[in-house]
C-alpha cells in the first residue's frame, strides 16, 4: 500500500504560480512512477504530467506545457508541480497518483490522492 496527501493548493490570481507536494508513505516510493491529475466540476479526470521513478522521464498534457513542471524528491518521499502563468481554466482539484508503471492516464494508476483544491481567479 501506499499513502498518498497532496498539499499545497490555494486561492491565486491568473498569472500567478502555485506549488503542489504529494507526500508518499507506505511502500518504497523510488520506485513508483508518479502522475498528477486533475478534475473540474462537470467534467472528467484529466492528465496533467507524469514522471518515472528515477525522474529521467517527464511527461505533460499539452495544456500545461511550458507552465507547469514536475519533479520529485525521493529523499524526500515527495513528488512536487510546479505551477506557473497560471489561467482560470487551471481551476480544479489536483490528484496525485502512483503506480509501479509510468502512464498517462488515470486507470493506470492504483494509488491516489484526496486531492487538493486549485482555484485561478480572472
Known amino acids: 500500500q501506499v499513502q498518498l496527501v497532496e498539499s499545497g493548493g490555494g486561492l491565486v490570481q491568473a498569472g500567478g504560480s502555485l506549488r503542489l507536494s504529494c507526500a508518499a508513505s507506505?511502500?518504497?516510493?523510488?520506485?513508483?512512477?508518479m502522475g498528477w491529475f486533475r478534475q473540474a466540476p462537470g467534467k472528467e479526470r484529466e492528465f496533467v504530467a507524469a514522471i518515472s521513478w528515477k525522474g529521467g522521464s517527464t511527461y505533460y498534457a499539452d495544456s500545461v506545457k511550458g507552465r507547469f513542471t514536475i519533479s520529485r524528491d525521493n529523499a524526500k518521499n515527495t513528488v512536487y508541480l510546479q505551477m506557473n502563468s497560471l489561467k482560470p481554466e487551471d481551476t480544479a482539484v489536483y490528484y496525485c497518483?502512483?503506480?509501479?508503471?509510468?502512464?498517462?492516464?488515470?486507470?493506470?494508476?492504483?494509488?491516489w490522492g484526496q486531492g487538493t483544491q486549485v482555484t485561478v481567479s480572472s
Open positions: 497518483a502512483a503506480d509501479s508503471r509510468l502512464a498517462t492516464v488515470a486507470a493506470g494508476y492504483e494509488y
Open positions: 507506505g511502500r518504497t516510493f523510488s520506485r513508483y512512477a
